[in-house]
DNA sequence: GTCTATAATTTGATAGAC
DNA sequence: GTCTATCAAATTATAGAC
């Protein structure tokens, strides 16, 4: 709290004028944070594009959040399990909220493989998870003014997603 | 302390007689675990094998690290960039092994697109970061006993990592 | 090698003046 | 809306008995 008050240029009391505990500022944080990524979500998948068309556009909304919701993306990574963990239900939503994203995930996912553009032979939901952690762990490690901008990082991200790092027969490569 | 006490049945002071410091079981966590990891990954470079081969081995070492280094994998994911700032020297290793590990597996992806077994239109430490995330931020959802074990959670990334989660003319989509 | 007791510091939060 | 002053609890660490 103190080094939240001093970021804000004034002294740790004064903040409780504007929040009445920790747990309120995460709250709002977080709220901004998951409403602002569950509706640019469904505009994608409301877009009427074809499951990898719509993959690729979550990727990119997920990598575009990491500027403007920095704070809430660090949280969600270090501070998920124990804000889960809480006794009061005041962090329900969080869960609520996942689950829904999961959802609209494994939905494209395997609406991908049902019309023949994702392979069959992968466990959608497994395929998910580690797609949704390599996007936000990158949290830990990018920093505006890089090498590389959000866009970029996703272009890379879904060329390897989709394509592979490998060369070769991928018939014969598929046992 | 006092949690780890719990866990180890002592009271928090005793610990005291086994470690002069937090930040002493912290740091014989770490070397443990990293002493381990760079060893293993040496063991796979040298093999001798072609680039593809010792890469999908180097995702399976680190998968399999999850269960017997899971506090280890747990702080590396929490704390890395706190142990960084702290004011003394003690944890410059940390730095020292990331390199080496990076140094590694960059050297495993450039050796592989040279041999044309990895395309050359993705950026080598771009490739790592992802790599190294997906596998290490795994342990925070990775629960023992679920539906798969490491081993198999390393087939299923080698998998998608490799060739791919789409399915079509790959050179008709490289642009 | 562990316990009891306690010191020293940090941290979330409050009361009331201005 | 911010500051001063302070509280209460939590947390790392120490001293000395057993």
Do not use: C
Request: no cysteine.
């Amino acid at each position: 709290m103190r080094e939240i008050a001093e970021e804000a240029g004034i002294l740790s009391g004064s903040l409780y004028h504007h929040f009445d505990s920790k747990e309120s500022i995460v709250d709002e944080v977080l709220r901004t944070f998951l409403e602002d990524l569950v509706a640019r979500y469904r505009v994608a998948i409301q877009s009427g594009s074809d499951a990898r068309t719509v993959l690729a556009e979550m990727v990119r909304i997920g990598f575009s959040t990491l500027e403007p919701h920095r704070a809430a993306v660090t949280v969600m990574q270090n501070d998920w399990n124990y804000l889960r963990s809480l006794p009061d239900n005041r962090f329900d939503y969080l869960v609520k909220a996942e689950d829904e994203v999961e959802r609209m995930w494994i939905e494209q996912i395997k609406r991908g493989q049902a019309a023949g553009q994702f392979r069959g032979d992968v466990d959608p939901k497994l395929t998910y998870r580690m797609i949704r952690d390599t996007i936000w762990v990158a949290v830990r490690w990018f920093r505006p003014g890089g090498r590389l901008n959000p866009a970029g990082l996703a272009e890379h991200y879904v060329k390897v997603l989709f394509d592979g790092l490998g060369i070769g027969d991928r018939v014969s490569q598929q046992v």
